[in-house]
């Protein structure tokens, strides 16, 4: 994807050029390797202006807040004034829930509300420490910090539940083979087993006649 871009050099000299990259944090991670900072950045296609007041149609999980947290510190890090990052997240963003979110922040930026503000109005998706931590960060003018913080804090608790998850889905995988394998054996194997002892005429003891009654019964 081609972004094209308005930058200013340490001298103050505006310059304007494209770039090829995947997503609009590469641009900005070029950008700042060449000592530009960022003025404007543009994807090729530009949010329709139905879409731009899309409400919510899915969740927003741990990994698009470590997505939002991450790109808002390095564009803050790279001199990206706070709306200027809002909108170049609009654009590369395609999650409708996330789209919808930033453009809800960039209105309330717009309107000279706080940062924070509009994730007060989504409980459900940001915690009261979130919350309290960009609010902390815009106090102090430190966002860039704040951002960072939580993105590395976002990641460690994305990490931990890939691990639980992975350690709860062995032991069920596991007693799932487990169960399977005990029904064939009492469906099928037990019941000729069973026949075996009554065709000789032997007499199972009284454990072995009741596990061969189960076997019968399901077989």
């Keep these: 994807m081609r972004f094209h871009y ?3 050099q340490s001298n103050g000299r505006i310059i304007e050029g494209d770039h090829e990259a995947e997503s609009a944090a590469e641009v900005l991670g070029f950008l700042a390797s060449q000592g530009l900072k960022p003025i404007s950045l543009k994807a090729p296609k530009e949010l ?5 007041f899309k409400i919510f149609s ?5 990994e698009d807040k470590v997505f939002l947290t991450k790109y808002l510190a390095l564009m803050l890090r790279v001199g990206t004034d706070l709306l200027r990052a ?3 997240l609009i654009a590369d963003f395609e999650k409708p829930a996330l789209k919808a979110l930033l453009m809800e922040i960039r209105t309330s930026l717009e309107k000279g509300q706080p940062f924070h503000s509009v994730f007060v109005r989504y409980p459900k998706f940001f915690s009261s420490v979130f919350i309290n931590m960009i609010k902390a960060g815009e106090t102090s003018g430190n966002l860039e910090l704040v951002f960072n913080q939580l993105s590395v804090a976002l990641q460690k608790e994305q990490d931990l539940r890939r691990q639980i998850k992975a350690a709860v889905t ?3 995988i596991l007693l799932s ?3 399977a394998i005990l029904f064939l054996l009492v469906s099928f194997a037990l019941p000729k087993i069973a026949n075996i ?5 032997f007499q199972p003891p009284l454990f072995s006649k009741i596990v061969f009654a189960i076997g019968l019964f399901m077989g």
């Design 86 to 88: 809002v909108d170049i």
């Design 48 to 52: 329709s202006k139905t879409s731009r």
């Design 170 to 172: 062995y032991p069920i």
């Design 6 to 8: 308005i930058a200013s």
């Design 177 to 179: 083979a487990s169960a």
């Design 197 to 201: 002892f009554t065709s000789g005429g």
């Design 58 to 62: 899915q969740t927003i999980n741990v």
